[in-house]
């Protein structure tokens, strides 16, 4: 059994694992952001100096800094550090800026 789902990368509650409610409590917050995606830019090739926390992008090809060398994956601000999950077959994504909804 692997540590964490094949689809989202949502952590299992692994059976001698201290301090259970971490782990759920990370992966509810996973699929807060990840269920009904709402990107902020896909365009970006730097990440924001001030995320808030929840900020959610995609990430394009030749990026710089923290997202160099993960083009194509969801970058979100979570806790103070930049967590990434790759984008599933089917899955839609709406832009906050009032964009269209589209397919990654």
Same mark, same amino acid.
């Given at each position: 059994?692997?540590? +964490? ?12 694992? /201290? ?20 990107? %902020? ?17 995609? %990430? ?28 599933? +077959? ?10 269209? /909804?589209?397919?990654?």
């Amino acid at each position: 059994m692997t540590d +964490a789902t094949a689809r989202f990368y949502l952590p299992y509650i692994m059976p001698a694992h /201290a301090q259970k409610h971490l782990t759920h409590n990370e992966a509810l917050r996973y699929l807060d952001v990840l269920i009904h995606l709402n990107v %902020i830019d896909a365009q970006r090739t730097l990440p924001p100096e001030t995320p808030d926390d929840l900020d959610t992008y995609i %990430i394009p090809t030749g990026t710089m800094g923290d997202w160099s060398g993960r083009d194509g994956q969801i970058a979100i601000w979570m806790d103070g550090i930049w967590q990434y999950a790759p984008p599933c +077959a089917g899955m839609h994504r709406m832009g906050r800026r009032g964009s269209s /909804a589209d397919n990654l």
